[in-house]
C-alpha cells in the first residue's frame, strides 16, 4: 500500500474489513464538533471510491458497524495533537487522534487507503507522527500570477490531504491595501474578504494562514509609482520600461527615510487583523540596494549589515506589538549569525536554500544560535516551462535531512514566480508533495518510490508512471523562459548593464553541451506526450496532465528559438532547423492557449507581460527573417 506520507509504523495484518451500505462513520464521546466535517470528508471519499452512502453518527446506545472516530489525547510520545492510529480489523475500523489535527490526519490516510482498494480495506495497525512540527508551503501570489480563490481552496486540501499544516500567501503588492490604488489599480488583486474566507478555509483543515509580506526589498511595483518612487534606496528615471530581470534585482526601501517605516507599518496593520494566525512573516530577503545609494552615507557609518538588522529589529518588534511572532528570511543574518540575537527571542528564522546540494553550514550556524529555523527548499519551478523535478527531489531531500538532523521547527517549501510566474501550479505539486513526505517522516523515500507513490494517490496512475514521464520532459530544456526572456530585455534595451556577448558567455555553458541534441529533446518530449496520451483513461482525472501537454509545447518552441538563435548569433547549423516566420504564428497560437490555461487556476494579474515577451520574439522573428 503507498501512503504519502509514510507512516511511522505500519503493520500488514491477515484479513480484511468489507465495508457495506450498512456502514456508519460514528463519532464517539468526546470528538470535538470540527470530527464532523473530517466524517463528511471521509463519508464523501467512501462515496466517490465505492458508490456506498456511509452516514454520520454519534453513538447513543447499542454498537454501530464502520468506522468509528475516537479523540484521544495521550497519544503520541510528546502528546502532540497531531498523532494518530488506524485499526482495521475484520469487525470494523477505528480511528484515534490525539487532537483534531490527528484525527484530520487519519482521515487523510484512510482517504489514501479507499482510492487504493475501494470497499475492501485490509487489516492493519498504524501508529504515525510528525517528524517536525511544521510541514508547509510558501505560495507566491504576488509576480504576476494571483490565484483565483477556487484554486487556492483546492491548495488548501492538498496541503491538508499531505498533512501539510502551514501556508503562506507572498505578498509585494497584490493586496487591496487603502491608500495603494496607484500600486494595484491595473492589477486584480486579493481582497479583504478573499483572506478572511481562506482564512476560515484553512483554519477547518488546520493549516495555518500565515501573513507574509515584502518588507525591505523586492518592491518593485510599489517603488516604481509616483507616490512611493522617493522611498527607493536607488533612484531610477521616471518612465524607465518594466523589466522582469531588474523586478528581482532591485528596488529596495531607503531605510533611512523615516516614511519608509510608516509605510511598512501602514502595510502591516491592514493585513495583519484579516488573518487568525499567531505568526507574521516580513521576509526582508534580497536587499541587493541596501545602502548602495540614498542610504549610502549611513553605510559609511555603520555598515551596510548594522542598517540591516536595526531595520528587521523595528519590524519585528512592531509585529510584536501587536501579538503575533515574526519570522524573517535568513540569506543577510547568516553573513554575521550573532546578530540575531538582536532581534526578538522568539523570532522564526527561514533559512532557504535552492542549491540541488545545499552546503550544511548555514543550518548548522543557526542551530548554534538557538534560534528556532525553517529549513527552505524549493519546488524549482521559477523561469521554466515544466519544474525541473530532478533539481526539486535533490535540493528539498538534503535540506529536509538537515531539517531532522538539526531538530529545525519546520519545512518550509517554496513556490515562486521569477520572470512572469509562467509555469502551472500544476508542475509545481509533485515538490510539494515531495517536502510534505520529506517533513513528516525522517526515512527518505527515493525519487523513484515517491514518483511511483505520487503517480499512483495523486493521479490515480495504477502504473505508476506518470511522475516519471513528467521528469523526462523535465529534462528536455535547451533554452529556459528565463534566458529567452533576458535575450528579450537585452534586445529591448531593458537591460543596458549587459551585453550580448555577456549574454553568450553566460549561457553557452549551461546549453552546449545540450544545443547539439535540440532536435532531439524535442523528439523526446513528442514521445513523453504520447506517453501521457496513453495513461489519460485509467487515470483519476486525466485532464490534470493537460498543463502538462501544454507547457512541454511551449518547451518546443523555445528550444526551436534556441537552435534558430545559434545560427543567426553563433553562426553554427543545428539539425533542428527552423522557419522564423513559422515559428512565430506559433508563439502567438501557443500563448492564445495559455491563456485559457492560466485563467482556469489564476486572475488576470499580469498575464500580459508573459504576453508581451511572446509578441516581442515573434515581431523579432519575422523582422530578422
Known amino acids: 500500500m503507498r501512503l504519502i506520507p509514510q507512516p511511522r509504523k505500519l503493520t500488514m495484518l491477515p484479513g480484511?474489513?468489507?465495508?457495506?451500505?450498512?456502514?456508519?462513520?460514528?463519532?464517539?464521546?468526546?470528538?470535538?464538533?470540527e470530527a464532523v466535517e473530517y466524517a463528511l470528508l471521509l463519508s464523501r471519499e467512501i462515496k466517490a471510491q465505492t458508490g456506498l452512502d456511509v452516514s454520520l453518527d454519534r453513538r447513543l446506545s447499542g454498537f454501530h458497524p464502520g468506522i468509528h472516530l475516537y479523540l484521544e489525547p495521550s497519544l503520541g510520545a510528546e502528546g502532540t495533537d497531531e498523532a494518530y492510529t488506524i485499526d482495521i480489523a475484520t469487525t470494523g475500523v477505528t480511528v484515534k487522534g490525539a487532537g483534531c489535527q490527528g484525527l484530520l490526519h487519519a482521515v487523510q490516510t484512510l482517504r489514501q487507503m479507499l482510492r487504493q482498494e475501494g470497499a475492501m480495506l485490509p487489516c492493519l495497525h498504524l501508529e504515525d507522527a510528525p517528524a517536525l512540527p511544521v510541514r508547509g508551503l510558501f505560495y507566491d501570489?504576488?509576480?504576476?500570477?494571483?490565484?483565483?480563490?477556487?484554486?487556492?481552496k483546492e491548495l488548501v486540501d492538498k496541503c491538508s490531504f499531505y498533512k501539510l499544516n502551514q501556508?503562506?500567501?507572498?505578498?509585494?503588492?497584490?493586496?487591496?491595501?487603502?491608500?495603494?490604488?496607484?500600486?494595484?489599480?491595473?492589477?486584480?488583486?486579493?481582497?479583504?474578504?478573499?483572506?478572511l474566507e481562506l482564512d476560515a478555509y484553512c483554519?477547518?483543515?488546520?493549516?495555518?494562514?500565515?501573513?507574509?509580506?515584502?518588507?525591505?526589498?523586492?518592491?518593485?511595483?510599489?517603488?516604481?509609482?509616483?507616490?512611493?518612487?522617493?522611498?527607493?534606496?536607488?533612484?531610477?528615471?521616471?518612465?524607465?520600461?518594466?523589466?522582469?530581470?531588474?523586478?528581482?534585482?532591485?528596488?529596495?526601501?531607503?531605510?533611512?527615510?523615516?516614511?519608509?517605516?510608516?509605510?511598512?507599518?501602514?502595510?502591516?496593520?491592514?493585513?495583519?487583523?484579516?488573518?487568525?494566525?499567531?505568526?507574521?512573516?516580513i521576509n526582508g530577503d534580497e536587499p541587493f540596494d541596501l545602502g548602495q545609494g540614498r542610504g549610502k552615507a549611513l553605510t559609511g557609518e555603520i555598515g551596510s549589515h548594522e542598517m540591516y538588522v536595526e531595520w528587521i529589529g523595528k519590524i519585528c518588534r512592531h509585529v510584536e506589538s501587536l501579538g503575533k511572532q515574526p519570522m524573517f528570511w535568513g540569506d543577510v543574518i547568516l553573513a554575521d549569525p550573532d546578530t540575531i540575537h538582536?532581534?526578538?527571542?522568539?523570532?522564526?528564522?527561514?533559512?532557504?536554500?535552492?542549491?540541488?546540494?545545499?552546503?550544511?553550514?548555514?543550518?548548522?550556524?543557526?542551530?548554534?544560535?538557538?534560534?528556532?529555523?525553517?529549513?527552505c527548499p524549493g519546488v524549482q519551478g521559477w523561469k521554466q516551462t515544466i519544474n525541473l523535478l530532478d533539481e526539486a527531489y535533490a535540493n528539498i531531500s538534503k535540506m529536509a535531512q538537515y531539517a531532522h538532523k538539526y531538530k529545525a521547527q519546520g519545512l518550509?517549501?517554496?513556490?515562486?514566480?521569477?520572470?512572469?510566474?509562467?509555469?502551472?501550479?500544476?508542475?509545481?505539486?509533485?515538490?510539494?508533495?515531495?517536502?510534505?513526505?520529506?517533513?513528516?517522516?525522517?526515512?527518505?523515500?527515493?525519487?523513484?518510490?515517491?514518483?511511483?507513490?505520487?503517480?499512483?494517490?495523486?493521479?490515480?496512475?495504477?502504473?505508476?508512471?506518470?511522475?516519471?514521464?513528467?521528469?523526462?520532459?523535465?529534462?528536455?530544456?535547451?533554452?529556459?523562459?528565463?534566458?529567452?526572456?533576458?535575450?528579450?530585455?537585452?534586445?529591448?534595451?531593458?537591460?543596458?548593464e549587459k551585453t550580448m556577448e555577456r549574454f553568450w558567455q553566460d549561457f553557452l555553458p549551461r546549453i552546449e553541451r545540450l544545443l547539439p541534441r535540440a532536435a532531439e529533446a524535442n523528439e523526446t518530449i513528442d514521445r513523453c506526450q504520447e506517453a501521457l496520451c496513453k495513461l489519460m483513461p485509467g487515470l483519476r482525472e486525466p485532464g490534470r496532465l493537460v498543463p502538462y501537454l501544454m507547457m512541454s509545447d511551449g518547451q518546443k518552441l523555445l528550444n526551436r528559438l534556441m537552435a534558430?538563435?545559434?545560427?543567426?548569433?553563433?553562426?553554427?547549423?543545428?539539425?533542428?532547423?527552423?522557419?522564423?516566420?513559422?515559428?512565430?504564428?506559433?508563439?502567438?497560437?501557443?500563448?492564445?492557449?495559455?491563456?485559457?490555461?492560466?485563467?482556469?487556476?489564476?486572475?488576470?494579474?499580469?498575464?500580459?507581460?508573459?504576453?508581451?515577451?511572446?509578441?516581442?520574439?515573434?515581431?523579432?522573428?519575422?523582422?530578422?527573417?
Open 564 to 625: 534558430w538563435l545559434e545560427g543567426k548569433y553563433l553562426g553554427r547549423e543545428n539539425a533542428l532547423t527552423v522557419d522564423p516566420k513559422a515559428l512565430a504564428r506559433e508563439l502567438e497560437c501557443w500563448y492564445n492557449d495559455y491563456k485559457r490555461l492560466w485563467r482556469t487556476t489564476s486572475r488576470e494579474g499580469e498575464l500580459y507581460r508573459n504576453g508581451e515577451v511572446i509578441f516581442w520574439l515573434a515581431d523579432f522573428l519575422r523582422r530578422e527573417a
Open 203 to 281: 483554519r477547518a483543515r488546520n493549516i495555518d494562514l500565515v501573513p507574509s509580506v515584502a518588507t525591505l526589498g523586492h518592491l518593485y511595483k510599489v517603488l516604481r509609482t509616483g507616490s512611493f518612487h522617493h522611498l527607493s534606496e536607488l533612484e531610477e528615471p521616471e518612465g524607465a520600461p518594466f523589466s522582469f530581470h531588474h523586478r528581482m534585482g532591485h528596488h529596495t526601501l531607503n531605510v533611512t527615510d523615516p516614511d519608509s517605516l510608516k509605510l511598512v507599518f501602514d502595510m502591516i496593520d491592514q493585513f495583519l487583523p484579516l488573518f487568525s494566525s499567531k505568526r507574521f512573516n
Open 412 to 496: 518550509l517549501v517554496t513556490e515562486w514566480g521569477d520572470y512572469g510566474h509562467l509555469q502551472d501550479p500544476e508542475s509545481s505539486l509533485p515538490g510539494i508533495i515531495y517536502a510534505a513526505a520529506m517533513g513528516w517522516n525522517p526515512e527518505l523515500p527515493t525519487q523513484e518510490a515517491l514518483d511511483r507513490d505520487i503517480s499512483l494517490v495523486e493521479y490515480g496512475d495504477p502504473a505508476g508512471q506518470v511522475l516519471s514521464i513528467v521528469r523526462t520532459l523535465s529534462r528536455q530544456v535547451v533554452m529556459n523562459w528565463g534566458e529567452a526572456v533576458e535575450f528579450t530585455e537585452i534586445q529591448r534595451g531593458r537591460l543596458p
Open 342 to 375: 538582536r532581534l526578538p527571542k522568539d523570532i522564526i528564522c527561514m533559512n532557504w536554500d535552492y542549491a540541488v546540494n545545499p552546503p550544511e553550514g548555514n543550518t548548522r550556524k543557526l542551530a548554534a544560535t538557538g534560534v528556532a529555523q525553517y529549513l
Open 141 to 152: 501570489a504576488t509576480r504576476c500570477r494571483i490565484p483565483t480563490m477556487d484554486f487556492l
Open 167 to 195: 501556508l503562506h500567501l507572498y505578498v509585494e503588492h497584490t493586496f487591496l491595501f487603502d491608500g495603494f490604488s496607484e500600486v494595484w489599480r491595473d492589477d486584480t488583486p486579493l481582497t479583504a474578504q478573499d483572506i
Open 16 to 33: 480484511a474489513y468489507r465495508l457495506t451500505y450498512r456502514d456508519r462513520i460514528t463519532l464517539e464521546a468526546g470528538c470535538p464538533g
